[in-house]
């Protein structure tokens, strides 16, 4: 939310110094504050897991998504405005990310151990806003708005424990698994651009096509411990990728002011 409340703070400095400069006449390019609803899917290029157990205690979803957003846009001058745009993120699947652990502990121990697993993973659905600024080219009926924005990902790397007691012996052993970060907030870029068709004053069809991308930086200690001799191993998890999605949506833009 710091974060957040920062790009919030970064877009307001931008409103208050630019609303000083002079606004330009012209016939096309009178349109001042849009507001656009869309929908559409949101594509994963790149995908930060590893194929390892740790994957199921990520709580951020690399699986393709139809999602709705909205965003508001203010025109300062003839071509330059900023927008405001917020996108609604399913982050997590618990259900999904808990089967697939608790399979793997069945898979990896049930032969050879008693085994009891646990991890807080849990539902995340939230909005994620993002801040820019818009470039705008415009005829009578048609429009071009490239785009460039910032926004921060923030998601949960969460911990696990398995307890494990040998079939047939009284050894006990635990597998704890813990990231060196648990709150993850990833500053991430997304370029975009828009484009459609004015059917009238007040509404216009838009399609939209956006890239966000992040780099992930953290990493999972895997540690195996012997409950009777106290003796342990540590394996390192690594996630450092560059992470891509696609966010293609189709939307209705309205004009809720023109310039006088």
């Not at 990310?97 to 990896?108: A, M």
């Not at 600024?133 to 490239?146: A, G, S």
């Not at 597998?175 to 009238?200: C, E, L």
């Amino acid at each position: 939310m710091k974060n957040v409340t920062i790009l919030i703070c970064f877009l307001f400095i931008v409103v208050f110094n630019n609303n000083t400069y002079s606004q330009e006449e012209s016939s096309t390019y009178n349109s001042k504050w849009q507001l656009k609803i869309a929908a559409g899917p949101n594509i994963p290029l790149t995908t930060m897991k590893q194929h390892r157990e740790t994957d199921n205690f990520i709580e951020f979803s690399s699986k393709p998504q139809t999602v709705p957003s909205v965003s508001l846009t203010y025109f300062f001058s003839k071509k330059w405005g900023i927008e405001a745009h917020f996108k609604i993120n399913y982050f997590n699947n618990k259900k999904e990310q808990s089967d697939n652990f608790q399979n793997y502990v069945k898979t990896q121990y049930q032969e050879d151990y008693y085994h009891n697993a646990f991890s807080p993973v849990s539902n995340i659905i939230e909005p994620l806003p993002s801040f820019g600024i818009v470039y705008r080219e415009e005829t009578d009926k048609l429009y071009f708005y490239p785009k460039i924005s910032i926004t921060v990902t923030s998601f949960y790397a969460n911990w696990a424990d398995i307890e494990l007691k040998e079939i047939g012996t009284n050894n006990e052993y635990t597998v704890d698994y813990w990231s060196d970060r648990r709150a993850k907030d990833n500053f991430t870029i997304i370029p975009s651009v828009s484009t459609g068709y004015k059917f009238s004053d007040r509404f216009w069809l838009d399609l939209s096509i956006a890239v966000p991308f992040f780099r992930t930086n953290f990493s999972y200690d895997k540690r195996f411990t012997n409950l009777y001799t106290q003796q342990n191993t540590v394996e390192q998890i690594e996630y450092k990728e560059n992470i891509f999605e696609m966010y293609v949506s189709l939307g209705l833009i309205y004009t809720l002011s023109k310039k006088k």
